[in-house]
Structure formats: C-alpha cells, structure tokens
C-alpha cells in the first residue's frame, strides 16, 4: 500500500486529516467511546513505527459522558482501512470507522471479536478504496421444509464442504497467501431452522461441523423449529445433540424458538443457555408453562448468564403469572447491557403483568440498563402497571422501539406512558399503543409525543376508541418534520371528520408508505376521497362500515374551538 504518513510526520503526531493514502493499522490499541450517544471521535493519535506500518492506533478526546464512557480492547486484532474513510476525522463516528474498517457488527464488542486478519497480510486491497475482509459465511439446510433423515443430512453437507472451500479460498487471496491465517472466521453462523431432523441426520451434521473445526468461530445459532413432529424422546435427543456440540463454544446468540420443549426439553438445551459468551436468547412460541419458565431463569441465574445478556426474548409461551415471576427473576439478575426486551403473548394477569413491570423499573432505574427495544403487548398491567412502566420508560433516553398493545392501559396509563416518551425519548422509531381503550380523551397527550417524537416512522393506534375527534387532534399535532412511515388508527369509530383531518394532513406526510384505516365507518364519498389523496399508500378497506352517522354526536361540536385547544 505504500508509505502512510509522510517522514515529516514524526512518532506521536496528532494526524487529524490524512487524505488519498491507504493506511495499514496494526495492533489497534484502546477504543474509548461513547457507543451509546454515537459521539464524535475528534483525535486520532498514530504511532508511527515504520513507513509502511503504524502501530498502536487510539482514540481519545471524545465528548462523552464519563459514567457511560466504554474502553473497549482489541487487543491484538488487526484492522486494514483507507484515508477515503478517515478524510475527515473530526466528522466520521466510531460506529462508522468500525463498520467500514473492520467489516464487523457495530454492535459487537470488540474486545469478544473472533475474527482476526493480520494487517500487512491484507496489502492486496486497491488503493484509495473502502477495505474490508471477505464477509463470514452463514451455513444455511437449505430447501423446502421437510424431515431431515441421515441421508438428507450427508447432502447437507456436501453443500457445506463446497461453500466453506469457496470462502476459505476467498479469505486466502485476500489475504494473499497459500495458507489461511488461523485467526481467521471463515463462519459465524448456523441456521438450521424450519426444517426437522431426526437424531441420527443431527449427529452426521453435529460430527461434520466438529471435524471442521467451525464450532469455535460460530457466534450465532439458529435452531428454531428443529423438533416438529418428532417423537418426545427423539426431539430431546436432537436439542441434546446440538446442544453438547456448542457446550464449549463462544456462542453470542441462540434461538429455541419454535420447539415444543417443556422441562425436559429445557434441561437438553441448558449447556448453550449457560454458555459465558451469550449476549442473545429467543425462546420465542415454545409453550413454555410456569414450571419451565423457572427451569430456564434458574439455568441462567445459575451459570450468570443473565448478567451478560443484551437481547432476551419470550413470546407466545402463554405461561401466565408464573411466567411472569420467572421471567422478573431473570430480569433482576440482568445488568446493564441489557438492551433488547421481549417479553409478550404470555396470557398474563394483573398480578404477574405488575411483577415484570416492577423488575422492568428495577433493571432500568436502579441497575441503569440502555433500553433501546421493549415489547410488553398482551400484558394486564393497567393504570398501576402504567405508572411502573412510565418510570422505567422515562429513563430510557435511548428506547427506539415501544410495543404496548393490548396492555389495558386506559386513557389514565397512556397519559402516563406519553409523558415519560416526552420526558426523553426522543429516538423513538416505533410506537404501538393499539388495543387499549384509549378515547378521545387521552388524543391531546397523545398528539404531544406525536409533535415532539420527530424521528418516529411507525405509530400504531389501531383498535381503540379515539374516534374521529382524537384522530383530528393527533393529526393536527404532526410536524412537517416528521419521518412517519406507517401509520395505522384502524378500527377507532372514526367517521367523514377524522377523513377530513387525515386527507388535510397529507401534505405533511411525504415519507409516508403506509395509511391502514380500515374498520372504521366512511361514506362512499369518503373512501374515494383517501384514495385520490393517498393512492397506493392507502391499504384496503374491506372492513369498512359505511355508517354515514358515525360522527353524529360530534357535529355540533365548534371545529374552531377544538383547535384554539390543540
């Protein structure tokens, strides 16, 4: 690649604009940063050890706040990269540099990387170009849905041998020599999903990725819906086999998602739920009772699992008020990584809702999590639970994703949720509040959070009572700024005034994809009028009730008067 840094840029220079050169980093050095806020790197310090080579690359000087400052170590992973991605590095973002350098998630901590690429072995990459190294590859059972039986299996990997030989063959003229680097991960995922296998086709797969010796690279696992239709003792078998495979693996991430597992079930798959290297569990739709919610907290507080984890999720395990003390032991063991909480579709009660509502607060106010994702829909947790939940939600500068629906939140508790979301929510993407009773008179706070939440591209409000006055009101509160993609008040007893205020909000909503209205009551002359304003972004109505006095007790209302009000 040539010479970096000119001779005239002496040892411990601060290089704070390189440009049209290609750059060789190796042994990166400390990264301190705030991940977080996505803080500016201002200053790179490079050690300069000989023309063609820089050692001991660091990051300083960012503005961040000290508590939630990370030092994150590579310790001896080597990065390739070009001046095309630094030109200016008081503008380029740490998430940015890491993505473009190094070809791995931006979310991944640096110091857990496995993959490794010595720098000046990856002097082939053109200069003044992006560089990044060959993608890792996702081993994927191919094919339509079926059994898989051991002749299946052998195919499976006849497939596999030749993927794994391309790639590898990719990595090593990239890196330019005969042999591949050991460092080197060539895979980081398995998907063996959707497809059901019998023990002994799980044992061929199991001994072929062991004689490959992939087991130590892979981080992400996904074996949901591997045991349909297998016999109890069969399927145990499977998810014991594969299970006992990664038991000393650097696994991040395990899906379970979609098997009938049970106790038993959860006790074959406990050497992967207590690996020290998981970031992300799904145990998603396993009909998982009370008796087995407990068998998984006690497998994860046991081995400290929890205490790791950045994503847990539970859905559709209809597992009650028992669940619900599981899962709130789980989370009171969490730290603050946690990120990522799905926790819904459980046939919970108002005792069990109000636990994890309370171990949700403790993990966010007094553990101090980076909640960026929550969804509780299908929850009991009423104007109490609301007030839990609007603690929690209000310190959570960073929430991205809120799923409340179906939570029996009432006008009272969707005051209460929209006043923590005004508080400091203001990365908010997506909103559902749908199927909580909320009327017109709750729309007002409503419209607030719709008015400041200019980054929100997804508001669901469906099946509610907000009628076409609260319609009117949350439509009038939409700013030009907004970024609204979807937007859904299907099934509100919304009639010809809510109509007018969407149809009058069009022009306000130019990044909006979709309009979903159906199951309200709209004229004929209605209807045509959402579709000449809206075209194609308006999604069927075949729900609608043509009830032209939907908005009777309203038409005596003062328009005038409900807009000095706004």
Known sequence: TGSAVSSDESKNNSVTEIKDQCIVVDNVGTFVSDLSKNKVVEKILLNVESPSQMTNCSYSNVDANENSVEKMLLGGVSVLTTARALQNSTEATLSSFYATTTGLDESCDLNESTSTLKANEMVKSPRNEMVKS??????????????????????????????????RAEFISFVGNSDLPKDVSVCQKIVLSNKSYEPAAAKVIADFISSESICQDVQSLDLSDVIASQKESDGLEVLSIFSTLFKSSKLREVDLSCNAMGCKGVSSCASILS????????????????????????ILIESKSCERLKTIHFYNNMSGDGGCEAFSRIMNNCSDDLENIRFSGTRAQRKGSLLVAGALRKVVCDIGCNLQHLDLCDNSFGRHGASLLSSAISSCPNLQHLDLRDCILE??????????????????RLLDISGNDISKDASKSIALTMAQSLSLEIFRAEENELTSIGIRNIMRAIKETNSLKELSFGSNECGSIGVKAIISAKRKLGSLTSLHVDGNSFTAEDISSLEEAYGDVLEDLEDNTSDADADFDFIFESDEEDESSD
């Open 275 to 298: 690996l020290p290297s998981l970031k992300a569990v799904y145990l998603c739709n396993n009909g998982l009772s009370e008796t087995s919610m407990h068998e998984v907290a006690d």
């Open 134 to 167: 060959p993608q890792p590859l996702v081993l994927h059972s191919a094919g339509a849905r079926a059994i898989v039986t051991a002749d299946d299996a052998i195919h499976i990997i006849d497939s596999w041998k030749s993927e794994l030989e391309q790639k």
């Open 411 to 428: 006008d009272e508790g969707i005051e209460l949720i929209c006043e923590a979301l005004n508080s400091c929510c203001q990365h908010l």
